[in-house]
């Protein structure tokens, strides 16, 4: 049966600007996206949402610096889940014991249902039932439903992170996004949009940027955001690097950009060489970004970023390996009709599995399903158990 009008509650990080973190984008983009439930999503005081369809519940209260103490987290949750009148709940949380402690007692108090869509890819899934809650636990790739699976997890699901696809920009706009970034006219753009720290794939891209050069003139952009004092450190590493290699001019170092999507529209491939995905969403949203510009996509072979590969999106070459890195760049640049298929091949993936349009009638659908059988699904089993 279809619903029409149920309340939704997203339990979340704060869902507001700055939006530089992957699990909010989802909450953002997924809530905008309904059609015939109304979504509630978390902001702290103070904030609007731009969007009327998305009431905001200021339950983070004021804005405090730094990160959120535990306790005032869990605080939040119990204290949602008594007082706001809403007919399901999805929380969007890594697994974490404590929370879903607190979210399936006030559920089941409530016999509310509860969907749990797991965030970020766990280092490790023995004992993880415990930090999972819901009846359904939507995983974001196949990889990290496989390895909840094989865990003894039970009632999971692949429901593919959503970005909204849009049409791209404009040739005649590009040279005034050159200009605006500093960025030679008439140079071929690679852009790295990952991390400086928690892994080394910004090193890798500047191991492979001498190598590229050596045998091609282009630009590199290291679009990367400084978070921390070791993020900095990283980036001032990789900067001397670049220029005892005497590259530097062929290289711009940006940190916050009012648009990511201007960078992608002026780049010809993406690489994303992550060996590691700590404290990350395991599909970045980036990433799809980037491919739904068209750009060619090379990845490392390190799931589950190889179901890009797999799909024909992407090329893979092994992490922590910038030979290799700078040999698949260089083939695509000696061969631009197959780094244009490869763009397209990645767009068209991006239409087809993670336009946030689908991934808004997934959830519908599931929404439906478990409201429908709620009177069972909350005298059953929970936590994936």
């Not at 899934?125 to 909840?148: D, K, N, P, S």
């Not at 949009?193 to 492979?208: I, L």
């Not at 900095?232 to 950009?257: P, Q």
């Not at 994303?272 to 996509?297: I, Q, R, Y």
Request: proline share 6%; aromatic share 6%.
């Amino acid at each position: 049966m279809a619903h029409h009008g149920q309340r939704v509650l997203y339990l979340s990080g704060p869902v507001e600007p700055p939006w530089t973190r992957s699990d909010k984008n989802l909450v953002r983009a997924v809530a905008s996206h309904l059609e015939r439930y109304r979504p509630q999503v978390l902001t702290h005081e103070g904030v609007v949402s731009g969007d009327a369809r998305v009431e905001t519940i200021p339950a983070w209260g004021p804005r405090i610096g730094g990160h959120t103490p535990l306790g005032r987290r869990i605080g939040l949750f119990s204290r949602l889940m008594d007082a706001q009148k809403v007919d399901l709940v999805h929380l969007f949380w890594p697994a974490d014991a404590l929370v879903a402690t607190v979210v399936r007692a006030a559920a089941r108090l409530r016999s509310l249902p509860v969907v749990h869509t797991l965030v970020r890819a766990p280092r490790m899934t023995v004992g993880i039932r415990y930090g999972l809650v819901g009846q359904r636990i939507a995983c974001l790739t196949q990889e990290t439903q496989q390895r909840l699976t094989a865990e003894g997890v039970q009632h999971t699901l692949w429901v593919p992170p959503g970005i909204e696809v849009r049409q791209p920009i404009p040739a005649g706009e590009k040279a005034a996004i050159r200009r605006k970034y500093r960025i030679p006219l008439d140079k071929t753009v690679i852009i790295y949009t990952g991390d400086y720290a928690h892994c080394f794939a910004a090193r890798s891209v500047a191991a492979a940027m001498p190598r590229v050069l050596r045998q091609t003139d282009v630009h590199f952009v290291m679009a990367c955001r400084i978070r921390s004092e070791e993020d900095a450190r990283e980036e001032s590493r990789i900067k001397e690097a670049v220029t005892a290699d005497g590259i530097a001019a062929h290289v711009t170092f940006l940190n916050e950009v009012g648009s990511l999507r201007e960078l992608f529209a002026i780049s010809t491939i993406q690489v994303f060489p992550a060996d590691s995905f700590h404290e990350k969403m395991d599909l970045p949203m980036v990433l799809l970004e980037g491919m739904a510009e068209n750009l060619a996509t090379v990845v490392a072979t390190k799931a589950p970023l190889t179901e890009l590969v797999q799909a024909g999106a992407a090329l893979g070459v092994p992490p922590l390996d910038p030979v290799a890195l700078a040999a698949a760049v260089v083939e695509l640049l000696r061969v631009p009709d197959k780094c244009k298929r490869l763009g397209e091949a990645g767009r068209a993936l991006v239409e087809e599995r993670y336009d946030v349009r689908w991934t808004a009638r997934r959830y519908e659908t599931l929404y439906d399903e478990l409201l429908d059988a709620t009177p069972h699904a909350n005298s059953g089993s929970w936590g994936g158990q």
